[in-house]
């Protein structure tokens, strides 16, 4: 198909399992362990309220009409002395109730889930049992105010221990997976709270409040709560042993990522490293008891950044062979067995619900719909995509052999060889672009001046409010009127301790309804450097930069009363739309000259080099497609499973999926093999990791409109802010890109911008 037409469809964090919880939001290009916090509100409610305690009792007894004031007063006083000095359990007093981490401690976190579970038990219960007839004030909004504590407590808990975790909350993750999805099925097989939204007059509500209970229809209805009773209890289990293995999927693979890290004795074999990775990876190994030593450390992805430099073939194909294998080893750290399981309950969870698959299941609330369809828009771009693949390994081959290296191209020298043809082609090379990529000025100069040009934004930055690591640096957000708007917090270097990937959470969602203002971190994984080196980055990591401050700025534009149908909370093949766009500013002329500059001489980055860069925007991009489209391919592969006799061991089954496909190319590797593919195991994106192809091409559509009416300009990004950014899930988003570009969109920009379109 050339032309898609978007359909219409509700964010698809209803919690069917708490998998989701499980999941920090990868919003990342790449990695990204994408975890959106909105994915509480169907299980918690609010997480912070902006108010007094005494008045979010108030406006819960208004709310909830057919509830008396006693009631509630009864259940909030059961918070005994020792519950009152947990700070979960209290609303923050620092502004916008960014979260107190400075009194916030491991030993918090299980008290404050126990109160919070029984608590917002409860209140589910209070909803569900009330005699008055339904209202959408006394069942919807009561059912998107419930559970304060336990959310507040949750939303904190899953970002630290995506980010700064240790072996407690380790433990307490493991410990409360199903204690987590057995709750949230208490809400949504409950029979009877499904029988009073469901007889609520859709007709008479209108706006949000209309959108909001539409919503929560069809969540109940996907999560199975017109199942038969014996039905519900198989499914119950099912969640629950899924959230199990959910988690211990994600403890395996951090401990991968560690154990798969290569240690190198002789720093002859890291020849081609600048002096600072060099110093890094010193680091790193005295950090890891082998002073003398340096340790190479792996990243989410297949491919690692490194080998583009490395020149020692062997140490090249050491570090990727420890990349590949780094969950399939047969000890502790193998999630073979647990991914098969998943993938088994996931069909039969499917068919519980009357579906074919997961796949079918899944994507009933997505933009796509239907497997079909996703499938369909990666198969139009991927036999163009391998076919550019196979054209830029021919380069590469023809390199080598005129090297007279005397081997065939292997997936580890791919990086390493084109970037010898990228100097050769294009005479660009990214050892010259990267003295111009200092971190903290792409930030200032490069991601904070765009959103300045194009949204009138302006960030300050706040040393007062306490953060949960010395590496994080916390800002006030301003906006075009120069009104307070935001609280944002930044997490640039890896750490052993913190989820590969980039992505973006909220620490506190925007609404109106409870006069909330958002709280909104970016997570990066970029090398430390060390003492007294300048950080720089690669352009690759600058355009991840601009990526994830896109879902910041999904975040800080929201505009909605609920938080469930605020900013990020849309389809998740439509919540990387925003954040793609956002990296096209990553090369504006205007832009990059103001952040492009050299780290020593202070000067801006040349025109003639800016020229370069932007001569070889499509370069590799058949590589990188290809890789893209394999891992997504994989997902779908995994969860259109029809039959459990289907499924095949974890690499026989990969194997066969990317070969059906065109998509087995040994010099292409997929961008995730299936044991270490987070996104789909732990990440919450099963069936959905073809997002990203599908969000892109949205992008390419928005953008070509962009280009053809003035580029990156304010103009246009007050009009962006108004159609995509600030509409949250609260409007038809068919509709809302229609209003923007002026038709639905078609597959060829995303090709023609790509280099595919011969």
Same mark, same amino acid.
């Given at each position: 198909?050339?032309?898609?037409?978007?359909?219409?469809?509700?964010?698809?964090?209803?919690?069917?399992?708490?998998?989701?919880?499980?999941?920090?939001?990868?919003?990342?290009?790449?990695?990204?362990?994408?975890?959106?916090?909105?994915?509480?509100?169907?299980?918690?409610?609010?997480?912070?309220?902006?108010?007094?305690?005494?008045?979010?009792?108030?406006?819960?007894?208004?709310?909830?009409?057919?509830?008396?004031?006693?009631?509630?007063?009864?259940?909030?006083?059961?918070?005994?002395?020792?519950?009152?000095?947990?700070?979960?359990?209290?609303?923050?007093?620092?502004?916008?109730?960014?979260?107190?981490?400075?009194?916030?401690?491991?030993?918090?976190?299980?008290?404050?889930?126990?109160?919070?579970?029984?608590?917002?038990?409860?209140?589910?219960?209070?909803?569900?049992?009330?005699?008055?007839?339904?209202?959408?004030? !006394?069942?919807?909004?009561?059912?998107?105010?419930?559970?304060?504590?336990? *959310?507040?407590?949750?939303?904190? %808990?899953?970002?630290?221990?995506?980010?700064?975790?240790?072996?407690?909350?380790?433990?307490?993750?493991?410990?409360?997976?199903?204690?987590?999805?057995?709750?949230?099925?208490?809400?949504?097989?409950?029979?009877?709270?499904?029988?009073?939204?469901?007889?609520?007059?859709?007709?008479?509500?209108?706006?949000?409040?209309?959108?909001?209970?539409?919503?929560?229809?069809?969540?109940?209805?996907?999560?199975?709560?017109?199942?038969?009773?014996?039905?519900?209890?198989?499914?119950?289990?099912?969640?629950?042993?899924?959230?199990?293995?959910?988690?211990?999927?994600?403890?395996?693979?951090?401990?991968?990522?560690?154990?798969?890290?290569?240690?190198?004795?002789?720093?002859?074999?890291?020849?081609?490293?600048?002096?600072?990775?060099?110093?890094?990876?010193?680091?790193?190994?005295?950090?890891?008891?082998?002073?003398?030593?340096?340790?190479? *450390?792996?990243?989410?992805?297949?491919?690692?950044?490194?080998?583009?430099?490395?020149?020692?073939?062997?140490?090249?194909?050491?570090? %990727?062979?420890?990349?590949?294998?780094?969950?399939?080893?047969?000890?502790?750290?193998?999630? /073979?067995?647990?991914?098969?399981?998943?993938?088994?309950? /996931?069909?039969?969870?499917?068919?519980?619900?009357?579906?074919?698959?997961?796949?079918?299941?899944?994507?009933?609330?997505?933009?796509?719909?239907?497997?079909?369809?996703?499938?369909?828009?990666?198969?139009?771009?991927?036999?163009?995509?391998?076919?550019?693949?196979?054209?830029?390994?021919?380069?590469?081959?023809?390199?080598?052999?005129?090297?007279?290296?005397?081997?065939?191209?292997?997936?580890?020298?791919?990086?390493?060889?084109?970037?010898?043809?990228?100097?050769?082609?294009?005479?660009?090379?990214?050892?010259?672009?990267?003295?111009?990529?200092?971190?903290?000025?792409?930030?200032?100069?490069?991601?904070?001046?765009?959103?300045?040009?194009?949204?009138?934004?302006?960030?300050?930055? /706040?040393?007062?409010?306490?953060?949960?690591?010395?590496?994080?640096?916390?800002?006030?957000?301003?906006?075009?009127?120069?009104?307070?708007?935001?609280?944002?917090?930044? #997490?640039?270097?890896?750490?052993?301790?913190?989820?590969?990937?980039?992505?973006?959470?909220?620490?506190? !969602?925007?609404?109106?309804?409870?006069?909330?203002?958002?709280?909104?971190?970016?997570?990066?994984?970029?090398?430390?450097?060390?003492?007294?080196?300048?950080?720089?980055?690669?352009?690759?990591?600058?355009?991840?930069? %601009?990526?994830?401050?896109?879902?910041?700025?999904?975040?800080? %534009?929201? !505009?909605?009363?609920?938080?469930?149908?605020?900013?990020?909370?849309?389809?998740?093949?439509?919540?990387?739309?925003?954040?793609?766009?956002?990296?096209?500013?990553?090369? #504006?002329?205007?832009?990059?000259?103001?952040?492009?500059?050299?780290?020593?001489?202070?000067?801006?980055?040349?025109?003639?080099?800016?020229?370069?860069?932007?001569?070889?925007?499509?370069?590799?991009?058949?590589?990188?497609?290809?890789?893209?489209?394999?891992?997504?391919?994989? #997902?779908?592969?995994?969860?259109?499973?029809?039959?459990?006799? #289907?499924?095949?061991?974890?690499?026989?089954?990969?194997?066969?999926?990317?070969?059906?496909?065109?998509?087995?190319?040994?010099?292409?590797?997929?961008?995730?093999?299936?044991?270490?593919?987070?996104?789909?195991?732990? *990440?919450?994106?099963?069936?959905?990791?073809?997002?990203?192809?599908?969000?892109?091409?949205?992008?390419?559509?928005?953008?070509?409109?962009?280009?053809?009416?003035?580029?990156?300009?304010?103009?246009?990004?007050?009009?962006?802010?108004?159609?995509?950014?600030?509409?949250?899930?609260?409007?038809?988003?068919?509709?809302?890109?229609?209003?923007?570009? *002026?038709?639905?969109?078609?597959?060829?920009?995303?090709?023609?911008?790509?280099?595919?379109?011969?």
């Amino acid at each position: 198909m050339s032309n898609w037409q978007i359909k219409n469809a509700s964010f698809p964090f209803k919690l069917q399992t708490f998998q989701f919880l499980l999941f920090l939001r990868t919003h990342s290009k790449r990695s990204l362990q994408s975890f959106n916090p909105r994915l509480f509100v169907l299980l918690l409610g609010p997480k912070n309220y902006s108010m007094s305690f005494s008045k979010q009792l108030f406006i819960a007894a208004c709310t909830l009409s057919s509830l008396s004031m006693a009631s509630y007063q009864t259940l909030y006083a059961q918070k005994t002395a020792s519950e009152m000095k947990n700070p979960l359990l209290q609303k923050s007093s620092l502004q916008y109730q960014a979260p107190p981490f400075n009194l916030i401690k491991d030993e918090h976190f299980k008290p404050a889930f126990e109160y919070g579970l029984k608590i917002h038990d409860k209140e589910i219960n209070q909803i569900a049992s009330n005699t008055a007839k339904p209202t959408f004030q !006394n069942t919807v909004l009561a059912l998107e105010t419930s559970g304060v504590d336990l *959310g507040r407590a949750q939303i904190i %808990f899953y970002n630290l221990t995506g980010s700064n975790t240790n072996p407690t909350l380790q433990q307490i993750e493991e410990e409360y997976a199903p204690i987590f999805a057995a709750h949230n099925d208490k809400i949504y097989l409950n029979s009877a709270l499904y029988a009073r939204i469901k007889a609520l007059n859709l007709n008479s509500l209108q706006g949000e409040d209309r959108k909001l209970t539409e919503y929560y229809l069809q969540q109940f209805e996907l999560a199975g709560a017109n199942l038969s009773e014996a039905d519900k209890v198989s499914m119950k289990k099912i969640n629950e042993e899924l959230a199990s293995l959910s988690t211990q999927f994600g403890t395996k693979l951090l401990l991968a990522r560690k154990n798969g890290a290569v240690l190198f004795s002789d720093v002859k074999e890291l020849d081609g490293l600048s002096a600072q990775e060099i110093a890094a990876a010193k680091d790193k190994a005295k950090e890891a008891g082998h002073e003398g030593q340096y340790l190479i *450390g792996l990243l989410n992805t297949t491919q690692q950044p490194l080998l583009q430099n490395l020149k020692n073939r062997a140490t090249r194909e050491k570090i %990727f062979k420890s990349s590949w294998t780094r969950s399939e080893k047969g000890d502790s750290a193998d999630t /073979r067995e647990i991914l098969e399981k998943m993938a088994a309950l /996931r069909l039969e969870k499917a068919h519980l619900m009357g579906k074919k698959s997961f796949a079918e299941w899944r994507l009933q609330d997505q933009m796509a719909q239907t497997p079909e369809n996703a499938m369909n828009l990666l198969a139009e771009i991927a036999a163009p995509a391998v076919a550019k693949a196979k054209e830029e390994a021919k380069e590469i081959q023809d390199l080598i052999d005129q090297q007279k290296g005397g081997f065939k191209l292997e997936p580890w020298d791919w990086n390493f060889y084109s970037e010898q043809v990228r100097k050769a082609k294009y005479d660009l090379d990214e050892n010259q672009i990267k003295p111009y990529f200092e971190v903290m000025t792409v930030l200032e100069k490069g991601v904070f001046f765009a959103a300045k040009q194009m949204y009138g934004i302006t960030f300050k930055v /706040r040393k007062d409010l306490p953060v949960y690591h010395k590496d994080v640096v916390a800002y006030e957000v301003f906006d075009k009127d120069g009104k307070s708007m935001a609280i944002y917090y930044l #997490d640039f270097f890896t750490r052993d301790n913190k989820n590969g990937g980039a992505w973006m959470n909220n620490f506190v !969602n925007q609404s109106h309804y409870l006069k909330q203002k958002p709280v909104i971190v970016n997570v990066f994984n970029f090398q430390k450097p060390s003492k007294g080196n300048p950080s720089l980055i690669s352009y690759d990591d600058v355009s991840t930069m %601009f990526h994830e401050f896109g879902h910041t700025l999904h975040g800080l %534009f929201a !505009n909605q009363q609920y938080v469930t149908l605020s900013g990020t909370s849309v389809p998740r093949d439509y919540v990387e739309f925003p954040s793609q766009i956002n990296e096209h500013c990553a090369l #504006d002329p205007v832009i990059l000259k103001n952040y492009a500059i050299h780290y020593q001489t202070k000067k801006a980055i040349p025109q003639s080099l800016l020229d370069k860069i932007k001569k070889a925007e499509t370069f590799n991009k058949g590589y990188e497609i290809t890789e893209l489209l394999a891992a997504s391919t994989l #997902d779908m592969a995994w969860h259109s499973v029809e039959k459990a006799e #289907d499924f095949k061991p974890t690499l026989a089954f990969e194997t066969e999926a990317l070969s059906k496909y065109g998509l087995l190319v040994n010099e292409v590797p997929t961008r995730y093999h299936t044991p270490y593919f987070a996104h789909i195991w732990s *990440g919450g994106y099963s069936s959905g990791y073809f997002a990203y192809t599908w969000s892109k091409v949205l992008d390419f559509n928005a953008f070509d409109w962009m280009q053809a009416n003035g580029g990156m300009t304010r103009a246009n990004g007050e009009r962006f802010r108004k159609y995509i950014l600030s509409v949250g899930n609260s409007v038809d988003l068919n509709k809302a890109f229609r209003d923007f570009i *002026g038709h639905d969109m078609k597959v060829e920009p995303y090709l023609r911008y790509s280099g595919m379109n011969k």
